[in-house]
């Protein structure tokens, strides 16, 4: 073997172990619960013997479709509210000196190293009738009975903006820091005003990054699971609690398999939004 196929089967080598774990750990169950879900289900188990397509009929149920709309809405509320609150955050951080810009990074990624469920158990002793909210603002006369914060949509907006914060604000950083300050002094120079450019330069210019830390956020608020359960329970379902429910409490894998590869299909739609949007600003002619 010569140098060219040495350097070429090399690093495919060195792969070979990712890929043999990714193919028993990841790729074979996932081809399994989709074998699954296009089979019925009896009280005897999963009847192989029968391929049918009413695990996937039964998406259409109005109870199941109305938990996927749910589901959906709020991931697109918590990603808008993210959004919106990371870009200040993040202008704000790229004009600090870079050893405090480390230290509120640090800061802002801290809730992440912590587990999710106590971070959701966190938020549980701060959001409920008797929590640090609803004390203080009895206290001040502000209410006279507790707010309803928990079991609730509202409570899993809440800690799920606080868990994924992270995700929109360190694109944003990144992109913001690499923006050559040339461009907005050029701009102010032509008499841009500061609203100006921000919109015509600095929004722009830092727009991918955006996205792709919205795509992100959203597939993730769809398929977070703890944060739900535990802060929206069984009055706000959403779709990783009922597919819990269906697989590990009434054991109906085929139909569990199907809301698993519906769940799967819309977390992967932005995935490919973003990479359409991607490929389409790299290939779009630049105007003179």
């Known amino acids: 073997m010569n140098d060219a196929q040495s350097r070429r089967v090399g690093p495919l080598v060195l792969l070979l172990p990712l890929l043999a774990l990714m193919l028993a750990f990841y790729l074979w169950p996932l081809l399994q619960t989709v074998i699954n879900s296009f089979h019925p289900f009896e ?103 507790p707010l309803q914060l928990m079991f609730n949509e509202t409570g899993i907006i809440i800690g799920l903006v606080h868990g994924h914060f992270v995700f929109a604000l360190l694109p944003l950083w990144a992109a913001l820091g690499e923006l050559d300050p040339r461009l907005k002094w050029a701009a102010a120079n032509l008499g841009a005003s500061r609203a100006q450019v921000f919109l015509k330069v600095v929004l722009p210019l830092t727009l991918p990054a955006l996205l792709a830390g919205a795509f992100i956020n959203f597939t993730m608020n769809m398929a977070a699971f703890a944060t739900p359960a535990l802060l929206g329970g069984s009055r706000a379902r959403v779709i990783s609690f009922v597919a819990y429910e269906v697989n590990l409490v009434e054991l109906n894998w085929p139909f569990g398999g199907a809301l698993a590869m519906a769940l799967l299909v819309l977390t992967l739609v932005p995935i490919w939004l973003s990479l359409r949007i991607a490929s389409g600003r790299k290939t779009a002619p630049v105007e003179a």
């Open 43 to 145: 009280l005897s188990g999963i009847d192989f013997s029968r391929w049918t397509f009413d695990n996937y009929a039964r998406l259409f149920d109005p109870y199941y479709a109305s938990v996927f709309l749910r589901t959906a809405r709020i991931s697109l509320i918590i990603t808008l509210i993210t959004c919106a609150l990371a870009y200040p955050v993040a202008l704000y951080i790229v004009g600090l000196r870079s050893r405090l810009q480390a230290i509120i990074l640090l800061v802002y990624m801290a809730p992440w190293l912590v587990n999710v469920v106590v971070k959701a158990f966190g938020w549980s002793l701060i959001l409920s009738g008797n929590g640090v909210i609803n004390r203080s603002l009895r206290g001040l006369g502000v209410i006279d009975a």
